[in-house]
């Protein structure tokens, strides 16, 4: 596609190039950092505005972003020091609570629903985003993602599992008329994880590297890191809980 070079794609392009070279003068050991590209889509939509996914990617098959949670908590460091992640949680059902304008509920974990396990939650309310509609058959790689971990699937058909989580979750029987896309959710996630990165690098003088719905940084750094994913969501009047994770 060709792409119109205006102020816009300059601040965006300048603001990457910014963490890359802050990021570049860091030590990241056990994994290999080569720099982000942001992904933006939807690019052929009418009144596309650079408003539609926007994720920073580290490419390449060596890339720390490809390690494996507990192999990046385990063997990673940077400058010389242990790293922890910084994740939100249930990040797209987040914004879309705060979009519609709704508090989270009340539980710490909102994928936590009586009855069925957290990854068939999380594997239903992905595949809704993902076609923004309600969905009524299992994507196979979903279903079989879930047999691979040992999760019971017997009697749980899509249809079934759909019921259950819009029983505890109600405002997914909107999401086929809210104009919402799996690219709004993302762009606005990438918004405010690209917003604690510069808030860390500009006011804490403090690494942090994106793991799309969080942050990987020092051991030191978590719960300025966490303030700062709080305040960055706040920022766009939107909720947001997250959950250290380390190396245990």
């Known amino acids: 596609m060709k792409i119109e070079r205006d102020t816009t794609v300059y601040r965006l392009e300048q603001q990457v190039k910014q963490i890359n070279s802050y990021l570049d003068k860091q030590q990241l050991g056990g994994a290999i950092f080569c720099g982000y590209h942001r992904v933006f889509n939807m690019g052929d939509i009418p009144l596309f505005n650079w408003d539609k996914g926007g994720r920073l990617n580290c490419p390449g098959q060596d890339s720390y972003q490809r390690l494996k949670k507990q192999q990046r908590l385990t063997t990673v460091t940077i400058n010389g020091e242990p790293v922890v992640e910084v994740d939100i949680n249930a990040s797209y059902l987040s914004i879309y609570y705060g979009i519609l304008g709704r508090p989270l509920p009340k539980r710490d974990d909102i994928y936590d629903i009586p009855g069925l396990h957290r990854d068939t939650v999380k594997a239903w309310i992905t595949a809704a985003f993902g076609n923004n509609k309600l969905p009524i058959r299992w994507p196979s790689a979903a279903k079989t993602k879930l047999l691979d971990k040992g999760i019971c699937m017997s009697g749980l058909t899509m249809t079934k599992v759909g019921k259950i989580v819009c029983e505890h979750i109600p405002i997914m029987e909107l999401l086929p008329d809210s104009g919402l896309t799996w690219a709004d959710f993302m762009y606005t996630e990438s918004c405010a994880i ?34 700062e994913i709080i305040r960055a969501f706040r920022d766009l009047d939107l909720p947001c809980r997250v959950k250290i994770e380390r190396n245990n």
């Open 194 to 227: 690209i917003a604690a990165m510069e808030s860390l690098r500009d006011n804490h003088d403090i690494p942090a590297y994106s793991m799309h719905d969080g942050l990987m940084v020092p051991v030191s750094a978590c719960h300025t890191t966490a303030r």
